[in-house]
């Protein structure tokens, strides 16, 4: 979907999220606490919320919120991000997206 | 259900009067639709015609004697009578289905009521299986556990005996001199038997949330521990990594980053919890509290509680990664050792929960 592609590209990091969901917040806060800082697009503030929820799943992310792009790319939803980290390749992915605050 | 007063055609009573409609099943519904006598009217128009033989044995006796008056009358009351019989006829056949619909679904709810005292009887077993060593009052968790969780229940103290046994033939296993090969398959048998755990606890969720969050299949000193419906992965790995002699630079560094990662997912799942507890809350507290009337909030909580599966897998998930993990930086020997210590330490809480139960301590 041409939003979604044009969001993830145009913003390093992204995280389509809602603002009530739970794990969207789990993978917020374990960011932040990475050192990094994403773009969090909220579904249940724009109107085509219920479109981009169609893509996220047309493109194969296990859940439609959390879903993570890092550099353009599908990265997954919280199981995916929670993997990667465990095994200790989250961390590189995240490296050119450091703010230092 | 009310019964109409209207009389019954039977062969045996001679009435001259057509039967009402609704008849004695007339506030019986069928197929869902209440006394609505359309589906039977459509079949009735058509048949008008060829009455006679087919469904109306029952009739025979009554079209005998009503032969007999037709004669004498003639002609003109003839047709009258003609068509009081087919209205006769129409009204008993409507009835007759009526009555055999009333009867199937008198039919099915005596299974359904089969179904339901064979339920509470396992259910009230359960119960009583509850109460042996388990506090549920002190927790909290009244009520009789929702159908899915006594499968549960009896599936994990299966459980607990295979890894009971698991713990024993890796203890046999490293005294002895076996084989690389042979470990290695004991070490993955024992890694998927806590995958076979979490696929468990995965299904019971769906099941009983509340249930699996409040770890009442454990034994008092686990659920002590307790984190989001199970064991805290960043625990077990303080537990066993320093137990674990000779580590490479290599291993050491991969496990010390390991037990950060898994601390910092753990953390952020904690705050995701918390969210969801401050969104429920704030859900069920909305509107005026002390109205008396709170539906709509109750409606709106129902929706929040379906995030809580997602918590419980989310955990699960965070354990079955840490596990996986933690085996993949070490040998075969360490794996197997470690299983062992992780074996070892549930049984000896499970232990003191034994000892406690029996044993309470004083009060001061």
């Known amino acids: 979907m041409d939003k979604v592609m044009r969001l993830a590209s145009e913003n390093g990091l992204v995280i389509f999220s809602k603002s009530s969901c739970c794990l969207c917040y789990t993978v917020n806060i374990l960011f932040s606490e990475l050192g990094v ?11 085509e919320g219920k479109d981009i929820e169609k893509a996220l799943i047309k493109m194969g992310c296990s859940a439609p919120v959390p879903a993570v792009f890092i550099g353009g790319k599908l990265v997954g939803s919280t199981n995916e991000v929670m993997s990667l980290h465990l095994s200790g390749n989250l961390m590189p992915l995240l490296k050119p997206y450091y703010s230092f605050n | 259900m009310n ?10 009573s001679m009435t001259y009067e057509p039967v009402q409609q609704t008849g004695f099943w007339g506030d019986f519904t069928v197929n869902g639709f209440v006394n609505s006598p359309s589906p039977f009217i459509l079949e009735v128009d058509g048949k008008l015609s060829n009455q006679s033989e087919d469904s109306s ?3 025979v006796g009554i079209l005998d004697g009503y032969d007999q008056e037709d004669s004498k009358r003639g002609e003109k009351s003839g047709l009258q009578v003609s068509r009081r019989l087919a209205q006769n006829r129409e009204a008993a056949r409507k009835s007759r289905i009526r009555k055999k619909a009333y009867v199937q679904q008198l039919e099915n709810s005596k299974i359904r009521l089969l179904q339901l005292e064979q339920e509470l009887e396992r259910v009230k077993q359960q119960g009583q299986y509850m109460g042996e060593g388990v506090d549920a009052s002190q927790l909290g968790y009244s009520g009789n556990p929702k ?3 006594e499968t549960f229940q009896v599936d994990h103290g299966h459980w607990v005996e295979e890894q009971n ?6 203890r046999n296993a490293l005294k002895s001199q076996i084989g690389e090969i042979e470990l290695r398959i004991l070490v993955d048998s024992c890694m998927s038997h806590y995958f076979n755990l979490f696929h468990m606890k995965t299904i019971a969720a769906k099941a009983d949330a509340f249930y699996v969050m409040s770890g009442m299949w454990k034994t008092q000193a686990e659920r002590f521990f307790l984190w989001i419906g199970g064991f805290r992965p960043s625990e077990i790995l303080k537990i066993l990594i320093p137990r674990l002699e000779t580590l490479t630079e290599q291993q050491l560094v991969e496990a010390g980053n ?9 953390d952020a799942l904690s705050q995701g919890m918390e969210k969801l507890q401050q969104i429920l809350s704030s859900t069920i507290a909305a509107g005026q509290l002390g109205e008396g009337n709170y539906l709509p909030q109750m409606d709106a909580a129902m929706e929040r509680l379906e995030a809580l599966v997602r918590v419980l897998n989310q955990a699960d998930h965070l354990r079955r990664e840490t596990l996986e993990q933690m085996a993949r930086i070490l040998t075969t020997r360490q794996a197997a050792r470690a299983f062992l210590a992780l ?3 549930f049984e000896r809480l499970r232990a003191l929960s034994s000892l406690w139960s029996s044993n309470p301590p004083e009060p001061a």
Not at chain 2, 3 to 12: A, E, H, I, L, R
Not at chain 2, 165 to 170: N, V
């Open chain 2, 147 to 149: 159908p899915g969780i």
């Open chain 1, 37 to 47: 800082s994403p773009y969090v697009h909220e579904l249940d503030q724009d109107p």
């Open chain 2, 57 to 59: 044995h029952g009739m």
């Open chain 2, 165 to 170: 046994i698991q713990t024993t033939e890796l």
């Open chain 2, 258 to 266: 390991l037990k950060q990662s898994c601390h910092q997912a753990e």
């Open chain 2, 343 to 345: 074996g070892e330490y």
């Open chain 2, 3 to 12: 019964y109409s007063s209207t009389q019954f055609v039977t062969p045996n």
